[in-house]
């Protein structure tokens, strides 16, 4: 080949790979213009969201949890479930024992339904931070989140201490997500496995004995 042809040859290749940087820039730039968009309308979301692909094979999401309030819920997706994450008060905490006569598994007994560092009264590594997969046991409906002293017109007991309610056909789990008893659904609500990678940083999908990374 002449040299006249080699130089022809790298001055396309320079071309296409110039192109392509160009390409993969001016998407990076307009990702980053999504992700401040969507902080417009949620406090804060993962900052390294996986592609749709890479979340279809199980990849861990990691949530900052910093901003949290008091009674917030976050909602995030794993697996394409949702994963909800409630910072519990200290007086929600406190109500939970008083609701295990009315449980149908208040000790979580059902293994299947939490690791074993969450099988504890809290369901939880640090109990302040509920984390379950939000997908009724019975059907797999997404139950409403519905506060202590907000259960009016919800169809459930004036004496709510707050949790989750399913409308659809009337289950309900309290806010360690463990379900009542005399409703269709069967077991406790899914705890995934997770760790924390810091105080304020949780990675759902990823598991270790004692939830610490």
């Given at each position: 080949?002449?040299?006249?042809?080699?130089?022809?040859?790298?001055?396309?290749?320079?071309?296409i790979q110039?192109?392509?940087?160009?390409?993969?820039?001016?998407?990076?730039?307009?990702?980053?213009?999504?992700?401040?968009?969507?902080?417009?309308?949620?406090?804060?979301?993962?900052?390294?969201?996986?592609?749709?692909k890479t979340?279809?094979?199980?990849?861990?999401?990691?949530?900052?949890?910093?901003?949290?309030?008091?009674?917030?819920?976050?909602?995030?997706?794993?697996?394409?479930?949702?994963?909800?994450?409630?910072?519990?008060?200290?007086?929600?905490?406190?109500?939970?024992?008083?609701?295990?006569?009315?449980?149908?598994?208040?000790?979580?007994?059902?293994?299947?339904?939490?690791?074993?560092?969450?099988?504890?009264?809290?369901?939880?590594?640090?109990?302040?931070?509920?984390?379950?997969?939000?997908?009724?046991?019975?059907?797999?409906?997404?139950?409403?989140?519905?506060?202590?002293?907000?259960?009016?017109?919800?169809?459930?007991?004036?004496?709510?201490?707050?949790?989750?309610?399913?409308?659809?056909?009337?289950?309900?789990?309290?806010?360690?997500?463990?379900?009542?008893?005399?409703?269709?659904?069967?077991?406790?609500?899914?705890?995934?496995?997770?760790?924390?990678?810091?105080?304020?940083?949780?990675?759902?999908?990823?598991?270790?004995?004692?939830?610490?990374?």
């Amino acid at each position: 080949m002449s040299s006249t042809a080699n130089v022809a040859g790298t001055k396309n290749t320079a071309e296409i790979q110039d192109k392509s940087k160009r390409r993969f820039l001016v998407a990076a730039t307009a990702g980053v213009g999504a992700v401040g968009a969507g902080f417009a309308a949620v406090p804060f979301v993962m900052s390294l969201r996986p592609s749709a692909k890479t979340q279809a094979a199980g990849a861990p999401v990691e949530i900052d949890i910093s901003k949290m309030e008091m009674g917030q819920l976050l909602i995030v997706e794993w697996r394409g479930k949702p994963v909800w994450i409630v910072r519990r008060t200290e007086n929600s905490l406190a109500d939970l024992p008083s609701l295990n006569s009315k449980l149908s598994d208040p000790d979580s007994e059902v293994t299947s339904q939490q690791p074993d560092y969450a099988k504890n009264p809290a369901r939880a590594i640090k109990p302040e931070y509920l984390v379950v997969i939000g997908i009724c046991t019975h059907l797999g409906c997404s139950p409403t989140y519905i506060k202590k002293g907000a259960a009016a017109g919800n169809d459930i007991d004036d004496d709510w201490k707050g949790g989750f309610f399913c409308p659809c056909h009337g289950s309900k789990f309290d806010l360690a997500g463990r379900v009542y008893q005399g409703v269709p659904a069967p077991t406790n609500l899914v705890v995934p496995p997770y760790i924390y990678l810091s105080n304020t940083r949780i990675l759902v999908g990823a598991d270790s004995s004692k939830g610490v990374a």
